[in-house]
Structures are given as C-alpha cells and as structure tokens.
C-alpha cells in the first residue's frame, strides 16, 4: 500500500468519527421531537400525511399494533411495486419503450426494495422504466429505510421506558425519519453528485458513435436522485447494471469518497443517537467500539490479501475486476463497508475479489449485518448479540442478567436467539437446496469452491438484506426469484417481529437499581465479550460452508492448483 492509500483511510475514517456524534445529536433531537427551524414548513405537510392516514402521532401503539401497522404498509408497498412493474409497458416516462417485467422477477424486485434488500437479478437500465425507477424504488428506498429506523425507535424506548404498555407510533416514527432525516441529506447530497456529473434527467437514451466507428446506446435517467438515498438509507440498488462501478452513477474521487461515508454514516450515528434515547452515552461508544473493531479487522485481513498478489500471474496485484480509476484500497473500502452495512452497492465486482477477500464479505453478511448494518436494522440487530452477550455475563457471576436496567428473562432470551438464528437458518438452508437441485446448480457459473461460494454469498446477501452478489451466478431465474423473495422476506421481518415483541417486554419491566454484582455494558471489557459473542456465533455457524468455499480457495491459490 502507498502512502497515499494510508491517508484515504485515515480521512475516511476521520471524518466518520467526527460526523458520526453529531449526526446523532441530530436523531435524538428530531425523534424527541425538537424540529430545528430549517425544516418546520414540513410540520404541515407531517400533518397531512397523519390526517391522510387516520391517525395522529400522539396516539400510542403496544408492539403488537406498532407490528400490524408495519407489516400492513410493508404489504402494501409490495404489491404497488410489483403492480407497477407489470405495468410499465403502458405507463408513461418509459422513453426506452422496456417491457413489462415477468412476474417472478417482479416478485423477487419488489421484496427486495421493501426489505432494505435491493438485490437486483436484473440490469437496471435494460429492465426499469424511468417511472418504475422514481415512483416505485426510490420510493422504496426512502420508507424502507424509514421502516428500519422505526424499529430501532421502539426498542430504544422499550429500554429506556420503566413499566409502559407501548412502544409508540409507527407512522410518526416513519414519516418523521423520512420527512426530517432521509429526504433533507438525500436532496443536499443529490445536488453535490448532480455538480459532480452523475446523470440527472429524463431525457430518452442517446446513440452515438465510438472512435471504433460502432453505435452504442447511451443510457441516461433520472440517477443522481436514487442514488442519493440508495447509499444514505443503506440500500444499494443500482440505477444502471454495474452500480457504482458505472461512472454516470461514480464519476470522480469525490463522489467514490462520499458515496463510501454515506454508506456507514446514519448507521453509525444512530448508535449515539440511541446513547442519548436510553441516557447512556458511554453504552453508546462501547457498541460503537465493538463495530469498529469488527469492521477494522475485516478490512485489514481484506486489504492485506489484495495486495499479496495472484500466484497464478507471477504475484501481480489482483486488478481484474477493480476499479481501477481510484485503485485496488476504494474497491476493497467498498466492498468491506458495504457488507457491513447491509448495503450491497458496488464500485467492483465481488466476484472478481481474492479468497479471503471474499471470505470477509461473506462473514460480514453472515454475522446479521449487525458491524453497523442497515439504518437502524443493524443497531437492533447488535442489540440481540448484546442480549446474549449480557445473559452469558450474568450466567459467569451467578446472577439473573440484567441490561440498562431490565431484568432478561426466558421471553426476551427466546426472542433475541430467534433474531440471530432465523438468518442463519435461512442461509445454510437455501444454500443446500440450490446445490442439490438441479435449478440451483444451472445458474452456477464456476466449479468447485468459488461456484460454492457464489451460492452461498447470494442467500447470505438476501438473508442479510445486503443486495450486493459474487455476480457470476445466474440469479434471473424462476428458482432463485422465489427462494430468493422468501429468503428476504424472513432476513427482515424474521428479525424485525422478534425485535418488537422484545421491546414491548422490556417496556413492561421495571427498573432494576445497579448494584456491586451488576455487569456493566460500558468499558473495554463489555467489547471485548460482545466482539467474542458475535464472532463466536458466525464462525461455529458458518465455519464448515466457508472453509469449503473460500478457505479451499486460498488455500488452492497459494498451492497453484486451479
């Protein structure tokens, strides 16, 4: 690595740490109902929507109402989705005059985009109308994302709240995280890429002539605006087929450097924003800590690979498949932080990455997404490790376990382990039927491990609600459209349920005062055990397919056996 790669890190890493506080100040203060001035003219429109939806923001939910509601809207976005695809033939704002989409993969599309998923089995500019790319998954985009920072506003209260019977309101929780989080820094940061020269229109696509003397269709589109929330609301899904790789989606440095700092940046300031919600902010840098630390060590074994060189090229560096533009560290950068935010957009090809490269994209998948993760999923996921990691705790001292002051009991244990292990189920499983049918094994495009590990990072992706791919497998088929729509479906809301009926167990519970016997959550002792509870739980679960996958791999590179 050259010096120049050093200080690309140390800025990225540099301006995450200092945004990350202050951002999260912000979410608390919103949430907590302290509008800045800025953006009061939207109170009025928060009051129409509430006035359209028949209900008012301070009427209280129990968690099994908050869920209703959540699922309701869920289904809803689902169909309109699907409906819109099936449509789009018809539809006006089509000037590439695309077909209508075949209803497995509109399926599969559409439970992606609601899940926060955006796993695309299909080539953005050769597939979606410029209406079903604006009013179909940009708006996904936007309420997903909202849909996961809800969540995490219901578990934080069912924390810090002390004998309640609700956990609040869905739809303020949703139209508050849209209208005063999502939609201000996606408007500003759409402007920066616009300046930047990312594609922003509706003009139709354009021939033109190559120096070689051939046509070539030009896409264009209204991309500067999807892509904005695609990386602020942790989404991913790429307006063209190469996402980020594409320079009318990434053209310069700076948009490659900004693109990369949105996709860690709320997720990493919610965790403080949580801090400041359950009135502990030094719980708040120990969870941070231990994602840190998870996402560094991921990043140096990545790195460290990368820069090895491929035995099979005389030791060359690995750049096929790179983005060579801004050099082989943005690429591994991307690759890192997009898994470990649940992310999945790309400026390389994840196919293209060395073994243990892959190896750590795929773990950072597997582990639930929870090194910072989604918009809010990926808090609320960690909190299930921190579940675990506190009951293992009290276990050791002898004593009931007890977090931010809450008595754990046999209910919140149940619901935090089928949080952690419904993904894992999932993938293990859906990994098995694609090898031993012959569906499955037809879009496999590589033998032996690499073909194995294609399989299996495509169901830890969709589990994970990830959305990037090892794109050499062949995933636009009936067989991986329905397993795969299954398979989001459970990664989310197979997690997210879990989540809100702990919270409204522990908001039912009164505070239990500390005491010398109680085990704290702050310091780095607390990091060091939730770090071992999370890497411990993802390596007994997924260490047999992976040594079969990339272990076999490295290990086949470095003996010269292809």
Known sequence: MKRNDWLQLAAYFGVLLALAPLIGSYLAAVFGGAIPRWLAPLKAVEGRIYRAVGTSPDREMRWTEYAIALLWFNLVGVLVLMGLQLTQQWLPLNPAGLPNVAWPLALNTAVSFVTNTNWQAYSGEATMSYLTQVLGLAVQNFVSAGTGMAVLLALARGLARRSASTVGNFWADLVRSILYVLVPLSLVFSLVLVEQGVVQNLAPYQEVTTLEGAKQVVPLGPAASQIAIKQIGTNGGGFFGVNSAHPFENPTPLT?????????????????????????????????????????????????????????????????GKETRFGVVNSVLWAVTTTAASNGSVNAMHDSLSPLSGLVALFNLMLGEVVFGGVGAG??????????????????????????????????????MIAVLAPCVIILGFTAIALLTEAGRSGVTNAGPHGLSQVLYAFASMAGNNGSAFAGLNANTIFYNLLGAVAMFVGRFGIILPMLAAAGSLAAKKSCPPSSGTFPTHGPLFVLLLVSVVFIVGALTFLPALTLGPVVEHLMLGSRVF
């Not at 675990?388 to 619901?415: D, H, I, W």
């Open 256 to 320: 490659n450097f900004l693109q990369m700092l949105a996709i860690l940046m709320l997720p990493a300031a919610q965790v403080f924003m949580f801090g400041r919600m359950i009135g502990s902010r030094r719980h708040a840098w120990s969870l941070f800590s231990a994602m840190l630390v998870l996402l560094l060590a991921g990043l140096g074994l990545a790195l460290w690979s990368e820069t090895q060189g491929n035995p099979a090229l005389a030791n060359l560096a690995p750049l096929e």
């Open 379 to 416: 808090l609320y996921g960690m909190l299930a490790f921190v579940v675990l990691t506190v009951f293992m705790a009290g276990l050791m001292v002898g004593r009931s376990p007890e977090y931010l002051g809450k008595r754990l009991e046999q209910r919140e244990m149940v619901l935090a």
